[in-house]
Structure formats: C-alpha cells, structure tokens
C-alpha cells in the first residue's frame, strides 16, 4: 500500500508539471497579430516540424514556445563536444557523479544562451506580424521566450528526480500527443467521410509501422562475455552473461535530423527570390525518387554518425579488459575493439533499413489513402512515442520490483 501512495505522488507530481508546461504555451506573448501570424505560417514545412517538439508552440508564440528544444539541441552540442574536448570527456569519465554534475551545469548555461539566440531569430521573424517594433518588444520577447524555456527545463528536471520517466522525453510525448487531434482534423476536413476500402488499407499499414517501430527500438544483438573466475569455475559460456547491442543506438535521433534536413529546402524555397535556384529547390521537392533516396541516404548517415556518439567501441574493449572479461574466440584489446566495430557497423546499416522502412509508411499511406497529414514527420512522432512509453513503463515495473525487494529485505 506504501508502495502504491509513494507511486501515485510521483505520478501526479508529473501529470502537474506537465500540464503546467502545456497551458505555458497557450498564453501569448503580447504585440503580435496571432491570427495574421498563424495563417501566414500556416504551411510552413520547417515549422510544421519544429511544432512536433513543441507542441505547436512555434505557431502560436506562447512565453514557452521554445519548450524543451533549446535543452534538446544543448545536450547534443554538449555530447559532440564531450567526443572532441579532453577536458569535458575527463569530467564524465573519471570525475564521477560530481563530473556528471558539472556537465549538467554547462549544459544548463548553454541552453539559456541557446534560447536567447533562437529568441532573437524569432523576434527578426515575426516582425511583419508585430504591431510596434521597437526595442522594448525585442527585449520582451527575448526575456518571455528565454525565461519560458528555462522553466521548461526546470520541470523536465523535477520529473526526472522525483517524478516518473525521463523529463524531456515526456514533455516532447506529450506535445505530439496534443498535435494527434488537430492531425486528423486536418486529415479529413476536405473529405465527409473516409472510404472503407481506404481504411482498410489505412489500418493495416499504421499496425506494420507500429510493430516496425517496437522492432527497431527493443532490438538488440547479444555478444556472449566471459570472465576468467566463470571459466575456471564451469569452463563454459554462461547463456546468461552477455554485452546487449542495440540495433538501434541512435534511437529516434537520426530520423530526427534527416526530417530537419530536409524540411529546410521547403522553407529556403519561400525565402529564395532568384527563379532559376528556386525551380531547382522546387524540382527536388517535387521529385518523389530522389527525395526518398536523399532521405535514406540521410538516415544512413546520420545513423553512423550518432551511433559513434554513443557507443565507443574502444573504451568498451578496454572496460571488458579491466573485468577480467573477454568474448569467446576473440583476444582482448585491438582485436575485441575491431570485431565489435564489425558488429556495430552491420547492426546500425539494419537499424537505418528499419527507420528508413518506418520514415517511408506515412508517405505510402499519403500515396494510398490521399490522407496528406501523415506524409513527412509520422515517423518521427511515432518512433518519439514508442520510445518514450516503454522506457517509462520500463521504469515503473523497475520501481515496483525495487520496493517491493526493499520491503522483503526490511
């Protein structure tokens, strides 16, 4: 019963905070003509994609417009620069939780200056929609938007330490999760009633992506380890002693970047004023195969590059190598380094397939059903999705199972 009341309060405490942080972005920062604001980015495709993150904030221009997404694109700047400077990879490395810590504290000051820089972009962008532009709506906005997004943070953090889940990855659940409704109002606001044969199709194909979707995120290839005390002892490899690699490392990341990728030639299209380079930009958005093939290709590569972001094959042969441990039939050091390299390669060339396999069902769906709304970004929502409810419901069950043990103990 103590188990439960302590679970429930960490349930509410997040439910709270997130409410909080979805009303922040309905409340409008003032000086802006919203309606002229709304219709004339209506259709903007670089905007459509960053209101995924959002929740729709960037259509609204509510004081957390910015959301989640200056802490976002800081914590990725950090794990970059934590690869290429010594000292940054020294703190995670060797200094501990207290390094851990300090990271933590360089990432918040990056994100407040990250914010202010992505203030100041929006501030130049809206200003055809502004009624007065002067100095003091700048300085208004600038303090709205940072301030707002600060705040975001702060109630990601809490829900990490005391609440369930991971913060940020609830607050961008949560803000695909309010777009669903306006999604498929979208969807069929042109058309009286959706075609049963076309539903039937619908269907079936939503339920492959979502099966393709677990498939990619909970798979992961088993690599049998041994220690020298195990093999002295039973002088066999134990079934249950293994180094788990994801088929996906990168997670929904590289699907991520790719979309923004090529969301920006849309969005330089509206910008650009010379007719020849805007035939050409409208051309490739035009070209269903070469944009399916540059979008595949973007995957792959941005599936390699975060992949070695996340994983050092390195340091994990020279971690086996302090343990004690080894995998049968391969010698420690170089040789481990480079057959888990081998392995890791063929493991990520399949879990771009899969995302690339995943990212191209909306726009088979589009193709089929002429549901245009699915088309482009489904995947990104979905993978976003998928991902963050199991590893929240991971989480409870651990939970659960950890008091539970504690109390059996006691």
Same mark, same amino acid.
């Given at each position: ?77 950090? !794990?970059?620069?934590? #690869? ?20 933590? !504290?360089?990432?918040? %000051?990056?994100?407040? $200056? ?73 969807? $069929? ?8 044969? !076309? ?22 290839? #088993? ?9 002295? #002892? ?56 070469? %944009? ?46 480079? %057959? ?41 929502? $979905? ?20 008091? #539970? ?6």
């Amino acid at each position: 019963m103590q188990i439960n009341k302590i679970l429930v309060k960490k349930i509410i405490l997040t439910l709270f905070l997130l409410i909080i942080a979805r009303m922040g972005i309905f409340i409008p920062v003032p000086g802006i003509d919203h309606d002229a604001f709304y219709n004339g980015t209506g259709n903007n495709a670089l905007i459509n994609f960053l209101n995924i993150f959002s929740g729709g904030g960037f259509s609204t221009i509510g004081i957390f417009a910015l959301g989640i997404v200056p802490y976002i694109n800081s914590s990725l700047i950090i !794990q970059l620069l934590t #690869k290429t400077i010594p000292s940054l990879e020294n703190l995670q490395k060797e200094e501990g939780e207290k390094g851990r810590q300090k990271i933590n !504290q360089i990432t918040r %000051y990056l994100t407040l $200056l990250w914010a202010i820089i992505q203030s100041i972009g929006i501030c130049i962008w809206i200003k055809p929609y502004v009624f007065y532009w002067n100095i003091n709506f700048i300085l208004d906005v600038i303090i709205s938007l940072s301030t707002g997004s600060i705040i975001v943070m702060w109630f990601s953090e809490i829900i990490t330490e005391k609440g369930i889940g991971n913060g940020p990855s609830l607050i961008i659940f949560q803000n695909i999760i309010s777009g669903i409704p306006q999604t498929l109002k979208n969807s $069929l606001a042109n058309q009286e009633t959706l075609i049963l044969n !076309q539903s039937l199709i619908f269907i079936p194909l939503f339920i492959s992506m979502l099966v393709i979707t677990v498939l990619v995120q909970e798979g992961i290839r #088993k690599i049998n380890i041994i220690s020298a005390r195990q093999l002295i #002892k039973q002088n066999e490899v134990n079934p249950q002693s293994y180094l788990p690699l994801k088929l996906n490392q990168g997670g929904v990341m590289p699907i991520v970047f790719a979309s923004a990728a090529m969301a920006l030639p849309a969005y330089l299209s509206s910008l650009i004023t010379n007719l020849n380079l805007k035939r050409i930009i409208d051309t490739y958005i035009n070209n269903s195969i070469i %944009y399916i093939v540059l979008y595949g290709a973007l995957i792959i590569f941005f599936s390699y590059f975060y992949s070695s972001l996340v994983l050092n094959t390195e340091d994990l042969s020279n971690n086996l190598k302090k343990m004690g441990a080894s995998i049968p039939n391969i010698r420690p050091g170089e040789d481990t380094n480079e %057959y888990l390299k081998k392995i890791l390669n063929r493991l990520t060339f399949l879990g771009s397939i899969f995302l690339f396999s995943v990212a191209l069902v909306p726009s088979i769906i589009a193709q089929i059903t002429h549901i245009n709304s699915f088309k482009g970004f489904g995947a990104t929502s $979905l993978l976003i999705l998928v991902g963050v409810a199991i590893d929240t419901a991971k989480q409870i069950q651990t939970y659960i199972i950890s008091e #539970k043990y504690e109390s059996l103990m006691k």
